[in-house]
């Protein structure tokens, strides 16, 4: 591998990278602490004493920092467009929607009578059936009601079938909260969280000019449906079950055993093409929707997807909502002290509406193929070492280890951004109505995904925008993706040690290689199927591992009384275990071929370094508010965990910083 001679060299910069924003400095460092027992503070400590949370933050570390630099690159690229100049369509469209985002002029005067026309479909019901064609099509402007369960901003209404991954196929979920997750509906630990937002729907629902009588009986009727559905959810770690959330049931069949729930109606009013099945996640879900349907009074029903109209509108609307629904949603739930200046709040809308659009005209500005080179070069190397491990593994019979090798050999890796953006023809924005911005953009997107259902997949789809921060691998795909976004310091940083790259971005492809083979991604085969193609005794081996893994860190806190779920963090935990054995050892053989590099460097060994950049990328600070919320819901551990068990868990890590052996077997499953 010539090519893995070369150091990593440079590539377009958005901004002066300052000293406390890099991957690795002796300045950030606690030297006084005992790396072998507290390396988290080793290699953090100065860095967490002097920053602190910014009070338009729920946190802040690494992620937050590269993030903050993005948007800002991001703000320059819409201020331009938005210049009443000559501009192409996707400057236009960009610029346009910018400036009806920053125009708060016409939002305070038009109050909520922008989004009137949706909220009288939420209104016009005397039925489960019209509740259903209601729904429908709310969720065809991207707002959930009863299903969904998203995240993010705009749901997916159509993903490969998990059996048959050439094919999309229409999925149905669990879904109707608008607090973070069932336990806040359910839990005394969440209590005052949900008096709150007792009084935050009647407080809205007044704001939208309901008598106190009504905003009342709007309340309750919200907490009757939301604690119904909460009620029959499932936990998130049940929610990883891939098997278990996975239910192919024909159309015919939903039809017969849901008698109020219209499925035919429901699909027909969302545009679903024919299908003859769709892929029920929680049938028991389903059971209960039904039976709700029927036992709530249609003006429950009404006055629930209302709220839902209310609450999805609710930070786009004039001052007293927006600020109102900061007030439950941030500054409550969350800990956020102030609202993020408003063209932060703009950029992020637009990201996630139009994101393709506005991400090539961040990549061209800001990425570039030599960039793109250098992670191909760490890619090979760290694949070359995981294929390698998946060879030699003393623990897996041959039968199941050639089946792994074959998954491996079609492995497939995207960098940077799309070979071709997506197109947004029929997205029509103007510079004066932000309400109507964003149904043009979440409608066209809805449209997008349903009429693609029961057709061939595009392989070459991203489902992160170019100026994401983050990283991640798709089963169905058998590939890992890498947006533009996250190829900077302090990840990728071409003006540092090699051995900091290797702790830091390579740790990242690592990581992500290695949810391939994690708890839920070894379920997948060679084509992306949800597919059983372990042994027996390979797969006890596999959870005997797991196990482990998940007591270990099932054992830690996150803050004081709200314990790490080891079950929901499984995969990520058995990612990041994984993902610095092998990143260390590709930097180990990046070494061996370049014995020029194997030399201490302000102070540290490659090795040490490799370690301490681990930990940089994972340094930060977060709102105990928000802590507890990511605790219950968040399939990832706590940043400080993630910044020490993997490298205290290394075989390595202790003879690096003391010489000497570990005594304490170390936990991790690749």
Not at 490 to 498: G, T
Not at 517 to 544: A, C, H, V
Not at 615 to 638: M, Q
Request: with cysteine; glycine share 6%.
């Amino acid at each position: 591998m010539a090519a893995s001679k070369k150091t990593l060299s440079s590539t377009k910069k958005i901004s002066k990278i300052k000293d406390d924003e890099v991957g690795f400095a002796v300045s950030n460092m606690d030297l006084k602490a005992d790396p072998i027992k507290d390396f988290y503070i080793y290699a953090n400590g100065t860095w967490l004493k002097k920053h602190k949370i910014p009070e338009d933050k729920v946190s802040f570390g690494s992620f937050n920092q590269l993030y903050e630099k993005n948007q800002m690159a991001l703000k320059e690229i819409l201020k331009s467009c938005s210049k009443e100049t000559r501009r192409t369509q996707i400057e236009a469209m960009c610029g346009d929607f910018y400036k009806s985002f920053m125009d708060t002029k016409t939002i305070e005067k038009e109050k909520v009578s922008p989004i009137e026309p949706y909220l009288e479909v939420a209104k016009n019901i005397k039925s489960p059936k019209d509740a259903i064609k209601a729904a429908a099509e709310l969720d065809g402007i991207g707002i959930q009601s009863f299903l969904g369960g998203s995240n993010s901003f705009l749901p997916r209404k159509s993903m490969p079938d998990r059996k048959d991954s050439s094919t999309y196929a229409f999925y149905m979920n669990q879904g109707g909260l608008s607090l973070p997750d069932r336990s806040y509906y359910l839990d005394k630990k969440f209590e005052k969280v949900l008096s709150k937002y007792s009084k935050h729907l009647e407080t809205m629902f007044r704001l939208f000019g309901y008598s106190r009588k009504d905003a009342v009986s709007a309340r309750d009727a919200v907490l009757s449906i939301e604690k119904g559905l909460a009620s029959a959810s499932r936990s998130r770690a049940d929610l990883r079950d891939q098997e278990k959330n996975y239910n192919k049931i024909p159309v015919k069949e939903l039809v017969r055993k849901h008698k109020n729930f219209d499925f035919q109606l429901y699909l027909r009013t969302l545009k679903v093409p024919s299908v003859d099945y769709v892929i029920v996640g929680q049938p028991e879900f389903l059971q209960r929707l039904d039976k709700m349907l029927k036992e709530e009074d249609p003006s429950t029903l009404s006055f629930y997807l209302q709220w839902k109209v209310m609450n999805y509108f609710a930070p786009y609307l004039h001052e007293k909502i927006a600020d109102e629904n900061f007030s439950l949603f941030r500054k409550t739930l969350v800990g956020q002290v102030e609202q993020e200046p408003r063209w932060k709040r703009a950029v992020t809308l637009i990201d996630a509406t139009i994101g393709e659009a506005l991400g090539s005209l961040y990549v061209e500005k800001y990425f570039s193929d030599e960039t793109r080179k250098r992670m191909e070069v760490m890619l090979e190397d760290i694949k070359e070492v995981f294929k390698d491990r998946l060879e030699n593994l003393p623990w897996m019979t041959q039968e199941t280890k050639k089946r792994a090798l074959l998954k491996f050999s079609k492995f497939r890796a995207k960098i940077g951004h799309p070979e071709k953006f997506r197109e947004y023809r029929n997205v029509k924005i103007d510079k004066k109505h932000l309400i109507n911005n964003i149904v043009s953009a979440s409608s066209f997107e809805i449209e997008r995904q349903i009429s693609r259902i029961g057709k061939k997949v595009d392989r070459k789809e991203w489902m992160m925008t170019p100026p994401t921060v983050n990283a991640y691998f798709n089963p169905s795909g058998n590939e890992i993706v890498f947006p533009a976004g996250i190829i900077q310091p302090p990840f990728f940083n071409p003006d540092l040690d090699d051995a900091v790259n290797y702790g830091a971005i390579g740790g990242v492809i690592a990581h992500e290689i290695t949810h391939g083979f994690d708890d839920q991604g070894r379920q997948y085969d060679e084509e992306g199927n949800l597919k059983n193609w372990w042994g027996k005794s390979d797969l006890k081996k596999f959870n005997d591992a797991a196990e482990s893994v998940a007591k270990l860190y099932g054992s830690k806190e996150s803050v004081p009384g709200f314990k790490v779920d080891g079950k929901l963090t499984l995969g990520e935990n058995i990612a990041d275990l994984g993902a610095i054995r092998i990143a260390f050892e590709a930097l180990e053989r990046h070494l061996e071929r370049n014995p020029k590099l194997n030399k201490k460097t302000d102070g540290f060994t490659p090795e040490q370094k490799f370690f301490l950049s681990w930990a940089n990328i994972w340094r930060g600070l977060t709102r105990e508010e928000e802590a507890k919320r990511r605790v219950t819901i968040d399939p990832h551990a706590p940043n400080h965990l993630r910044g020490s068990l993997p490298p205290m868990n290394h075989p390595k890590f202790e003879e690096t910083f003391s010489g000497k052996k570990p005594r304490a077997k170390k936990i991790g499953v690749w």
